[in-house]
């Protein structure tokens, strides 16, 4: 079965802490995403890589950074947490090429920054 | 500018009616796949059903269908015979084609099914 597993389901952070999600597939995907979801304003994307050690910024990359070393793990992360941070991530995955190339989604680690 | 509109934030359906989720997109490419995906209360995000935009059929999976009207720019989700279990979020998402594969997603309709 296909699978995105995030590292924390919930993290409570105070503002200026370093913050790192991670995030591992076991599909052999090129692609993976991290985005950010919050009430009212669906789904927006922070980062997005299609290869190791490549990264494009999406929507909304201010305050965040991301590190791809290996092909399986991509990392989220805050370098100086703030309030307006709180939200639920969302890792995903997909393939090049062949089919619809949907993304495979983590359960999500929903982030607190007091 | 928004690219994917969902002008439904809620919707009620009664259990084993249809239900039709509205969707429109704004792209200038000839190339593109428009997705919808659930996301129940748990939170997990379920992929439901992808058109590309060549495909001259209308996708089908199972209960699902999507209702593609190219010209129009719309991307209708179609739910038939409606179960409590299809209580959720529902997002549309749209991949064009320069995107690098990433999806850029509406702000979803949230869809309660009442007994």
């Known amino acids: 079965d296909v699978k995105v597993t995030q590292s924390s389901r919930y993290l409570v952070k105070r503002t200026g802490e370093k913050v790192f999600l991670e995030c591992v597939q076991d599909?052999?995907?090129?692609?993976m995403f991290w985005y950010r979801q919050d009430p009212g304003l669906g789904l927006r994307l922070i980062y997005f890589?299609?290869?190791?050690?490549?990264?494009e910024k999406g929507d909304i990359p201010e305050g965040y950074s991301v590190s791809r070393e290996k092909k399986e793990r991509f990392s989220l992360i805050l370098e100086s947490a703030s309030t307006n941070q709180t939200s639920m991530y969302l890792c995903?995955?997909?393939?090049?090429?062949?089919?619809?190339?949907?993304?495979?989604f983590g359960e999500g680690s929903r982030l607190t920054v007091l | 500018a928004q690219k994917i509109t969902q002008t439904q934030p809620g919707m009620f359906v009664q259990e084993k009616e249809a239900v039709t989720l509205d969707c429109t997109y704004d792209?200038?490419?000839?190339?593109?796949?428009l997705f919808w995906y659930k996301q129940p209360s748990s939170g997990e995000m379920i992929f439901l059903i992808y058109?590309?935009?060549?495909?001259?059929q209308n996708a089908t999976e199972g209960r699902y269908s999507l209702n593609f009207q190219k010209a129009r720019k719309s991307a209708n989700l179609v739910i038939s015979a409606s179960q409590l279990g299809d209580s959720a979020m529902y997002f549309c998402?749209?991949?064009?084609?320069?995107?690098?594969?990433?999806?850029?997603f509406g702000k979803g309709t949230s869809l309660l099914v009442t007994p």
């Open positions: 995903a995955s997909s393939l090049t090429g062949m089919g619809s190339g949907e993304l495979f």
């Open positions: 599909m052999d995907h090129e692609n």
């Open positions: 890589s299609y290869d190791v050690k490549m990264k």
């Open positions: 792209t200038s490419d000839q190339s593109y796949g």
């Open positions: 058109q590309g935009s060549y495909d001259e």
């Open positions: 998402a749209m991949r064009e084609g320069n995107s690098g594969y990433a999806l850029n």
